[in-house]
Structure formats: structure tokens, C-alpha cells
């Protein structure tokens, strides 16, 4: 009768560790399964910061792409008037040297023909060859307009 007393004992230690364990182990599995909106809130925290960084990413590139931009068009605005400041020096001197050669071509053919009217022609040509000089400036300057 002892014997049957301490099995049936032992049993029942038994049966309440079983049931001991697997409750145990059934609160575990509760708390550490996850359910499905912990996972989207998961997924939707790994999405968030991935985009926040891409973003950030974009503008830091967008920001040097256009500081790099600003300092080429700062080049090329200091090309862009250096080549304008050359076509004036161009016209200018060409148009000053064609007024001093007029001016003396033209005083001396007006002499000459109130001398002899029969050089007329040749005073015209003379006169047209001097104007020529402020046409060669001017094609110079057309042609650094063209390469700005």
C-alpha cells in the first residue's frame, strides 16, 4: 500500500510538472511569437528610416551637384565676359584706327581733287581701303561672339 501511496504521489507530481512546464512554455511561446501588426509596424519602421536616409542621401548629392554647377557657371560667366571685353577692344581700336585713316585719306584727297579733278577715283579707293580696317574689326569681334 506504501508503494501504491508514492507512485500515486510521484504521479501526481508528475502530471502537475507536465502541466506546469507546458503552461510555462505556452506563455513563453505567446510572448515571444509575434504577431502580424508587430511585424508591419516593423517593417514599416525599417521602410521609414531606409527612405529618410535615401532621402537625405538625394539631397546631400542634389546640394554638391549644385554647388558644382554654380562654380562652372561662375567660370564660365568670368569666359563669358573676358570674350565680350575682347570683341569691344576689337571694335573699338579697329574703329578708332579706321577714323584716323579716314580722316587723313579724306583731307588729302579733298585737296587733291580741288586740284586736279580727274583723281576722284583714286581718292574713293584710298577712302574705302581705310574704312576697311573698322570692317576687319568688326569681323574679328563677330567671330569671338561666335565662340562664346
Not at 554654380?70 to 571685353?85: A, R, S, W
Not at 570683341?87 to 580741288?114: D, K, R
Request: aromatic content about 2%; overall charge neutral; glycine content about 10%.
Amino acid at each position: 500500500m506504501q508503494r501504491k501511496i508514492i507512485v500515486l504521489i510521484l504521479g501526481i507530481i508528475m502530471i502537475f510538472g507536465i502541466l506546469t512546464t507546458t503552461s510555462l512554455s505556452t506563455t513563453r511561446a505567446n510572448n515571444n511569437t509575434l504577431t502580424e501588426e508587430k511585424v508591419q509596424a516593423m517593417v514599416d519602421e525599417k521602410v521609414q528610416s531606409a527612405v529618410q536616409g535615401a532621402v537625405t542621401e538625394m539631397k546631400a548629392g542634389i546640394e554638391a551637384e549644385n554647388q558644382q554647377k554654380e562654380g562652372e557657371n561662375q567660370v564660365q560667366n568670368k569666359q563669358n565676359g573676358l570674350g565680350m571685353i575682347a570683341a569691344a577692344i576689337a571694335t573699338g581700336l579697329a574703329c578708332i584706327g579706321a577714323g584716323i585713316a579716314v580722316a587723313i585719306v579724306a583731307s588729302s584727297a579733298v585737296g587733291a581733287i580741288s586740284e586736279n579733278p580727274s583723281l576722284l577715283g583714286k581718292t574713293i579707293i584710298f577712302a574705302g581701303l581705310a574704312e576697311g580696317i573698322a570692317i576687319y574689326g568688326l569681323i574679328i569681334s563677330i567671330m569671338i561672339l561666335n565662340k562664346i
